[in-house]
């Protein structure tokens, strides 16, 4: 069966530091990968997608950016962190454009 | 530009009552979703509709799909506490660079009290 796996679950961090959040998937291969953050009691906002290594799409332009360095790993990163960087992140994976997205645990970040 | 809108956004039932919660999207779509979230928790899928006119049911929960009206529903039957969290729809994108990617809606808080 195929698992997910996020990491770290939860991440407080300064203004203007980095960022590295990693997720891979287990048990399938070439899944469609996603990137999202849930802010504080709103819904989710689509950051970044990938359909293959080294293939990724920007939803919305930000300071941060996303990477795909194997068919199962996608990395979200920043340079500099800012306030409004903070959210609930959510990696996802799916078998193909228009299948149900599995959802992993999600990340908590917090800048400060 | 694809939007999806839900409504109510905060519910709050007694157990044992009914209710429907709505989820209106401003252009044509292949499929809509339907997924779950328990506090501080991820995303658990419960529906995909596919066609007009789909209903699904599982347990208390059951969704239609009205392509024509860009409308779904998500009604609660006789409810109970353990229904408490948050529910999220999310219809499929078909066009351009979010093509066939999920836009979601804001989410309804449903609260079950006794």
């Known amino acids: 069966s195929q698992t997910i796996h996020q990491w770290p679950a939860t991440l407080v961090q300064p203004v203007g530091s980095p960022l590295s959040l990693e997720c891979t998937v287990e048990g399938t291969s070439n899944p469609n990968l996603y990137w999202y953050r849930q802010a504080a009691g709103r819904g989710l906002q689509l950051l970044f997608y990938?359909?293959?290594?080294?293939?990724i799409s920007s939803e919305v332009p930000q300071n941060l950016s996303a990477s795909r360095p194997q068919d199962r790993q996608f990395i979200l990163s920043s340079k500099k962190l800012l306030l409004s960087d903070s959210g609930f992140y959510l990696c996802a994976w799916s078998v193909a454009t228009n299948s149900p997205l599995h959802f992993g645990n999600g990340t908590r970040l917090t800048v400060t | 530009e694809l939007k999806v809108e839900q409504n109510p956004l905060f519910l709050s039932m007694q157990e044992g009552k009914n209710y429907t919660i709505y989820c209106n999207y401003s252009?044509?779509?292949?499929?809509l979703y339907w997924y779950r979230q328990d506090p501080g928790k991820s995303l658990e899928s419960l529906f995909v509709?596919?066609?007009?006119?789909a209903v699904k049911q599982e347990g208390r929960l059951m969704a239609s799909l009205d392509t024509k009206a860009r409308l779904s529903t998500l009604h609660i039957t006789a409810a109970v506490h353990d229904l408490s969290a948050t529910y999220f729809c999310?219809?499929?994108?078909?066009?351009?660079?979010?093509?066939?990617?999920?836009?979601f809606g804001k989410g309804t808080k449903l609260s079950v009290k006794p």
């Open positions: 509709l596919l066609s007009n006119g």
């Open positions: 999310a219809v499929s994108s078909n066009y351009g660079g979010s093509q066939g990617n999920l836009i």
């Open positions: 252009t044509t779509s292949d499929r």
């Open positions: 990938s359909v293959g290594i080294g293939q």
